[in-house]
Nanobody, 124 residues
Framework: QVQLAESGGGLVQAGGSLRLSCAAS????????MAWFRQAPGKGREFVAAITWRTGTTYDADSVKGRFTISRDNAKKTLYLQMNSLKPEDTAMYHC?????????????????WGQGTQVTVSS
C-alpha cells in the first residue's frame, strides 16, 4: 500500500507563489508515476502535472504551463508542485496521486493511490 499526504496549501494573492508537498510512504517508487490533480467547487477533478519517479520525465496541463513546476526528491520520497503567478482560477483542492506504472496519464482513473488534498485559495 501507498500513503500520500499533501501539505503547503493556503491563501495567497493573485500573482503570488506557493509550493505544495506530497509525502509518500509505504512502498518504493522506482516504477511509479505521480501526479497533481485539482478540483474546484462544483467542478470535476482536473489534471495539473505528472512525473515519472525514476527518470523525472514531466508533463504539464496547458493551463499551468510556464507557471507550475512538478518535481520530486527521491531520497525524501516527496513530490512537489511549485506554483508561481497564481490566478484566482487556480483556486481548488489539490490532490497528489500515484500509479504503479512508470508512464504518465492525465486521467484520474489511471491512478491507484490518492491523498486527502490541500486547499489553495487565490484572491484577486
Amino acid at each position: 500500500q501507498v500513503q500520500l499526504a499533501e501539505s503547503g496549501g493556503g491563501l495567497v494573492q493573485a500573482g503570488g507563489s506557493l509550493r505544495l508537498s506530497c509525502a509518500a510512504s509505504g512502498r518504493t517508487f522506482g516504477s511509479y508515476a505521480m501526479a497533481w490533480f485539482r478540483q474546484a467547487p462544483g467542478k470535476g477533478r482536473e489534471f495539473v502535472a505528472a512525473i515519472t519517479w525514476r527518470t523525472g520525465t514531466t508533463y504539464d496541463a496547458d493551463s499551468v504551463k510556464g507557471r507550475f513546476t512538478i518535481s520530486r526528491d527521491n531520497a525524501k520520497k516527496t513530490l512537489y508542485l511549485q506554483m508561481n503567478s497564481l490566478k484566482p482560477e487556480d483556486t481548488a483542492m489539490y490532490h497528489c496521486a500515484a500509479r504503479a506504472v512508470p508512464a504518465i496519464f492525465t486521467t484520474e482513473g489511471a491512478y491507484d493511490y490518492w491523498g486527502q488534498g490541500t486547499q489553495v485559495t487565490v484572491s484577486s
